[in-house]
């Protein structure tokens, strides 16, 4: 008996092998007719094979020609249509390959055949290893266009091996951020969209295209032989004319809530106005102010908004501190004189509206194009309320900031990671910008800039007339609490003058014990008119000890009266003065007043150790025996010296190129280089010799060259991130190097260490610029 399963698979088996005879009949005539192709017919489909793939790669470099002024390179994203034109490239690759594969079987059936049959082409794509397809000379066809002569191969273009992908020692050089900021991108890449928006994708390719072409860390030339330099269209440049309209400046300053904040400010304005005018109008008889470009600058008065909590607007008028409000006053003056185009807010929320114009402020792709504002000036409040809305986007508008610091920031203390490193982190630093981006109230420390003030002069030629100079010594102090322990000082300076004070008295506080001698004549708290009228009939203005570095001393300067300044014997810091701790500074004070200690000196200032009564006595001898009591105002502390320093700063501070490259100004024609002594540091090594410490030149000696320069042989080369550095070791001939451009100081100082500093000259009561500045 069949078995059922036979009986159900016979007729398909036989239906089968009837298709298999039947294939086997094609497949034979199949190979009969190719064995028989005619030359000619395989000339005519040589040809329009290679046409067709001259026209595929005529259709690819057209779309390359359409978009030649864009940087081309894989991974390019959305910027070109490289990535058409790697599409083309894969595509063509294989359908040669395919086409090579059918060559290659027909001609192995043709050789078998007729050996006399020469090959169609070789292969463009075979087995291959990297060496031979890369080795020179191993592209020959025949019959067939030279693909990738002098261009990018298809297997190295898909590899992306043809772009310079990698950076040069040369790069690291002169791009010194690039390396950390792709070490950056490695890591972080995926932590925002907006990365692989701009084509992102974790190759390292793309990485540098983006970190060249958006954010301008690294170089350009990576990614294209020639850079066009873009042509400025000079017609739409526009330059800042010199502004004497107060109006127009009144229109922009008002204080956007009920407090009034800036009632203070108007009335400075209002009643120095004159003076300004004046001021520029002589200015420019003294130095070209044409051709400067006008910028537009956002002024952002931190201190003033109701989040603050320091309630300077409350007390602008109730005997609250004044000395950082003078400050904004007169750099709003400034700036509005000059002929720059200025946007004033105080509250975050006008702070927040002027930000949301900025590109991508939310976002950490830092692109800088079209910014609504060239610089900001802030403070540490506003400074804040900035890094709040910006958030991740901070990094791109940083360089934009001037923030106004009247202490000053030294670098150990601004630099984050440093400061957290040794334990000197305070709520004031840790900012990590560029030292020189704070504005101090007097020249501290040559690693900030100054900014500085306009001493007021309140009485003009026909009010002095009348007022006679007396036989007084005005004090320094509104305080009751400065003049304790200062008895035996003060009775030293009644022997010789009659003693007067300006101490405010609390009608609360009346019963309370005071330290203010009974000998001492109060006029009580006075206004500043009536203030300098005291000072004009005085001989002598006398400091306390406190407060710090004001205003009064160059007031009383101005007006004839000789400053006595109490010298430290053991200077103040934040080390022994409660009033120190937690500023990011450790500057230390030889004087109540440094500046005038330093730069103005005899015989309008003495110096004087108030502990020792001969020293006083003899001092005050001396004063009255001159009989000197000529007026003196250091240049830099008048409105036209402020309106100097600041346009200076304004033309030639540029934080925003992060290429580097050798600092332009002050030029090199005001520059020395001095190796300090052991343990010293750059300041003092460049004050020594009668120049100031340039922290912007220290690029240029950061290298074991410039040291050699100097006669050092150095035994050993080290890059170590420090505020010591550049320089050596004179017991071990090591050279240190500065791995971190943040902590380059003129005031960071080791013990058996010899610093090279790099120093200036200066103009005599123009401190901040050299004599070839201006």
Known sequence: ???????????????????????????????????????????????????????????????????????????????????????????????????????????????????????????????????????EGTTETLGVPELVNNKEKQLDLILGRTEACTLTEQDKQVYSKCEGKLEWMRQMWQSDACYASYGVDGSECSFLMYLSEVEGWCPKRTWKKSIKVPVEDVSKIQYADINDNIEDLMKILVDPNERQGYAWIRMRVRKMWPKWVTAVNRLKTKQDLNKRRRKKILVHLGLLSKQSGWGFAENQFKGGPLGELVQWSDLICTLYVLGHQLTITSETYQLEKILSQLPAANSPCQSRKDLPVHIIYTDIVGLRQFKRYVKGGYGKFSCLLRIVDSFGTEPAYNLRSYAKAHKILTSWGGQDLLPQQLFTMFPHSPDNSFMGFVVEQHLNDSD??????????????????????????????????????????????????????????????????????????????????????????????????????????????????????????????????????????????????????????????????????????????????????????????????????????????????????????CKDACWDKGLICEPSHFPQINSARSLKQAEVECSQEDYVADIFYPGYDPNTMECSIQREELLFSCVGKKNNFRRYCPCRNYIKGQTALCKQCV
């Open 1 to 135: 008996m069949v078995s059922p399963w036979r009986l159900r698979i016979f007729p398909n088996s036989r239906q089968l092998l009837v298709v298999a005879c039947i294939l086997f009949f094609f497949w034979c005539m199949t190979l009969y007719r190719v064995s028989n192709i005619s030359p000619t017919r395989q000339k005519e489909s040589e040809v329009l094979k290679n046409e067709i793939i001259g026209l595929s790669e005529k259709y690819v470099r057209a779309l390359s020609r359409e978009n030649n002024d864009i940087v081309d390179g894989p991974y390019a994203g959305r910027f070109t249509a490289y990535d058409l034109k790697k599409t083309m490239a894969v595509l063509l690759e294989s359908m040669l390959e395919r086409l090579s594969r059918l060559e290659v079987q027909v001609h192995q059936v043709i050789n078998m055949s007729n050996s006399s049959i020469v090959n169609l082409t070789r292969p463009l794509l075979t087995d291959q290893t990297d060496d031979s397809l890369h080795a």
């Open 464 to 681: 002095v007339k009348g007022i006679k100079r007396e036989n007084w010594a005005l004090i320094y102090g509104k305080n009751d609490y400065m003049y304790e322990g200062k008895i035996d000082y003060l009775e030293t300076i009644k022997r010789s003058l009659e003693v007067h004070g300006t101490v405010y008295v609390d009608e609360k506080a009346k019963n309370r014990q005071s330290f203010v001698p009974s000998f001492v004549i109060n006029h009580g708290l006075q206004k500043p008119e009536d203030f300098h009228v005291l000072l004009r009939k005085s001989k002598v203005f006398v400091g306390l000890g406190f407060p710090y570095e004001g205003p009064a001393p160059l007031e009383a300067i101005a007006n004839g009266a000789i400053f006595i300044n109490p010298k430290f014997s053991v200077p103040h810091s934040s080390k022994n003065t409660p009033f120190f701790k937690g500023k990011p500074t450790a500057r230390e004070l030889t004087s109540q007043h440094p500046y005038a200690e330093l730069f103005i000196g005899e015989p309008f200032v003495y110096t004087v150790n108030i502990n020792d009564q001969k020293e006083v006595m003899h001092t005050m001898d001396k004063i009255l025996f001159n009989k000197e009591f000529k007026p003196h105002m250091p240049y830099e502390f008048t409105e036209e010296g402020m309106l100097q320093r600041m346009n200076s700063y304004i033309e030639h501070q540029k934080w925003c190129q992060f290429q580097k490259q050798e600092a332009k100004w002050p030029p090199e024609s005001a520059l020395s280089y001095v190796m300090g002594s052991e343990g010293q540091s």
